[in-house]
């Protein structure tokens, strides 16, 4: 009872700021923006005070206090985060009295000399021997007090001075990891059209939990120093960079703009987060694209890829920039029920881009490659003849597009099919089969080094 009396009073020291407003704003690569406005009762003068309300994965060095109060300094800071735990209390009781209790109540009463996880070495008051006593078989550790500098969550630890007494305003901000957010794109494909929604996954695993903060999203890979852990001490070279606040909206949807080069989403509305929680937000309505059925093999691949691909522009129905995520297709079979026929990972796409879904290998198309021929024509100079077999046991006629990637210093120089080769000296070889029917084909490239 002792024991948890003095927690209580521990825990009663860590005050509560009152009344906190915040902002969140989430990166990727697990790196978000905390910004807080909350105020402090404080007494006049130079005072210590602990901020808990913090997240585990905090990056001190980006921390930023400040007040609109005239003369309110923060003289010190530190960071606390050797939290309260069995290893981190028998760390700070080594060399001072402890009592343990064993399974058969036997008393130990001596000074501990170490703990290694598995067991207690104590010298022992009476005797002044070393005995070894196993944690598995020790139901209670009997300490004389708490020990200094006990934490039971994170802690910002602060010397500061205020001209008055009374109820502070105080603003803070910081770059903390443990949030991460994706999209997962919902289709239904119909071999016209594309019916894609989109859903916005956030984790929080930051330690903390957020009530009614408002949130918003940055898409685009923003650099990063990567030479720092958060929670222990990762030290952040931008920490004393300023970020813009967030604004504040009605309708409870996101709204995409350009921010410097990313795109920025915010949801005009406010949301709470549970840590350890996942929560799912829409990010665009249902939109009907425009899309296209192709087959691709790439020259030595290992199948036919079968592939839905749509440019992200206003006439195909979208013009959107779309978030890296996970596109999710279906399609309704003739009882009316939608089958999922794949999925593909798409990359942050502007408007006016291609987007091309890989839902998988086509199971009636085949195809090959290989090398008939190569030969040497001189000093750093060489030519080979590639063949490719295709094969279609479907009972439509069917058209495959073979890509073969050249590097820059080779060329078709003879070809059995015109190809469309495009400024990365990428070649396209369309080639239409008819139900049954195999198709080879020659072309032979010249590379010269």
């Known amino acids: ?9 521990v ?13 969140l704003t989430i990166y990727n690569d697990d790196l978000s923006l905390v910004r807080s406005r ?6 006049a003068g130079l005072q210590n005070y602990n901020y808990d309300d913090i997240t585990s994965r905090i990056s001190p060095a980006s921390v930023i206090v400040s007040s609109s109060e005239p003369g309110f300094v923060i003289a010190e800071q530190n960071y606390e985060y050797d939290l309260a735990g069995k290893w981190q209390i028998m760390a700070k009781y080594l060399d001072k009295d402890v009592v343990l209790i064993t399974k058969d109540n036997s008393k130990v009463m001596g000074t501990l000399k170490f703990f290694d996880g598995t067991s207690y070495g104590i010298t022992e008051a009476s005797t002044d021997r070393l005995v070894i006593v196993s944690d598995s078989e020790t139901q209670m550790v009997h300490l004389a007090k708490l020990p200094d500098n006990f934490f039971v969550k994170p802690t910002l630890r602060w010397s500061l001075i205020t001209p008055k007494a009374g109820k502070i305003p105080v603003q803070l901000s910081y770059l903390t990891g443990g949030f991460s957010w994706d999209v997962t794109y ?15 996954t956030i984790n929080n695993t930051s330690g903390k939990a957020f009530k009614d903060v408002t949130l918003k999203l940055i898409a685009g890979d923003v650099n990063r120093v990567q030479d720092y852990y958060y929670g222990g001490g990762y030290r952040d070279k931008y920490a004393d960079m300023a970020m813009a606040e967030a604004g504040m909206g009605a309708a409870p949807e996101f709204e995409e703009k350009v921010f410097h080069d990313f795109h920025m989403y915010t949801l005009d509305q406010k949301v709470s987060f549970a840590n350890n929680q996942t929560k799912q937000i829409a990010l665009y309505p249902t939109q009907n694209v425009k899309a296209q059925g192709i087959y691709e093999y790439p020259t030595w691949g290992d199948g036919v890829m079968s592939i839905i691909m749509f440019k992200n522009t206003e006439e195909n129905g979208i013009g959107k920039p779309l978030p890296k995520g996970v596109i999710k297709v279906y399609k309704q079979d003739t009882d009316g029920n939608l089958e999922f026929i794949g999925e593909d990972s798409i990359n942050h796409t ?3 881009e291609e987007v091309k879904i890989n839902t998988g290998k086509a199971f009636d198309l085949v195809a090959s490659t290989m090398v008939r021929d190569q030969a040497n024509l ?5 030519e080979r003849t590639i ?11 069917k058209t495959i597009q073979v890509i073969h990637q050249m590097n820059g210093n080779t060329r078709l120089v003879q070809n059995d099919i015109k190809p469309e080769i495009d400024t990365n000296n990428k070649a396209t070889f369309k080639v239409e089969i008819r139900p049954d029917t195999q198709i080879i084909f020659n072309f032979r490239e ?3 080094y």
Do not use: H, I, P, Y
Not at 38 to 43: A, E, I, N, T
Not at 378 to 382: E, T
């Open 11 to 23: 825990l009663m020291v860590l005050t509560c700021a009152l009344a906190a407003q915040e902002w």
């Open 186 to 200: 919902n289709s239904v494909w119909d071999d016209k059209t594309l019916a894609l929604n989109s859903w916005v």
């Open 350 to 352: 502007s408007r006016n």
């Open 378 to 382: 001189g000093r750093n100079v060489s």
């Open 1 to 9: 009872m002792k024991k948890v009396l003095m927690l209580t009073v």
């Open 387 to 397: 063949q490719v077999t295709l094969r279609n046991n479907s009972k439509d006629v």
């Open 38 to 43: 909350f105020k402090l009762d404080l007494k």
């Open 446 to 448: 010249r590379t010269e």
